[in-house]
């Protein structure tokens, strides 16, 4: 039987330096842009506010990694640091109202990517590559927590 592992780890790299190429975005980073849609998936669905902690957690940053991009986002005025009112321990991270559209540009842009991509390859692949990317992130998840 033939060993897959190297073509699969050579088509998760060219995928992974096709995701982070920087003509996908351009105001913003991979992992400012990253940042942005889980803070504006959070306040557009009404969710809980969420920390640097919880957005390590769903980033797979580290908290170096962290903080330096949520300063360069305040610099940029994206985002704001409010303290809690019940825990005063905790530090919830919001998008700046006034400068939301920063991050919505550049997500119309990466959408604009993904149309593109879903209508070249399909419904059927589409749906696909949804259910097998959703495998190999949980598999990995448990991999690496082990």
């Given at each position: 039987m033939?060993?897959?592992?190297?073509?699969?780890?050579?088509?998760?790299?060219?995928?992974?330096?096709?995701?982070?190429?920087?003509?996908l975005?351009?105001a913003?980073?991979?992992?400012?842009?990253?940042?942005?849609?889980?803070?504006?998936?959070?306040?557009?669905?009404?969710?809980?506010?969420?920390?640097?902690?919880?957005?390590?957690?769903?980033?797979?940053?580290l908290?170096s990694q962290m903080?330096?991009?949520?300063?360069?986002?305040?610099?940029?005025?994206?985002?704001i640091?409010?303290r809690s009112?019940?825990?005063?321990?905790?530090?919830?991270?919001?998008?700046?109202?006034?400068?939301?559209?920063?991050?919505?540009n550049e997500?119309?842009?990466?959408?604009?990517?993904?149309?593109?991509?879903?209508?070249?390859?399909g419904?059927?692949?589409v749906?696909?590559?949804?259910?097998?990317l959703?495998?190999i992130?949980?598999?990995?998840?448990?991999?690496?927590?082990n």
């Open positions: 033939r060993n897959f592992n190297e073509e699969l780890l050579s088509a998760w790299l060219s995928l992974s330096s096709t995701i982070r190429n920087d003509r975005v351009a913003m980073s991979f992992n400012e842009i990253q940042i942005c849609n889980q803070l504006y998936r959070a306040q557009m669905e009404g969710k809980d506010l969420l920390t640097a902690t919880d957005l390590c957690q769903k980033t797979g940053l908290k903080n330096k991009v949520l300063k360069g986002l305040e610099k940029k005025e994206v985002i640091r409010e009112t019940k825990d005063k321990r905790k530090i919830f991270i919001c998008l700046k109202e006034d400068n939301i559209s920063i991050y919505q997500h119309a842009r990466v959408m604009d990517f993904v149309n593109a991509l879903a209508d070249q390859m419904e059927a692949d749906k696909e590559t949804i259910r097998l959703n495998k992130a949980d598999t990995a998840k448990a991999i690496l927590e």
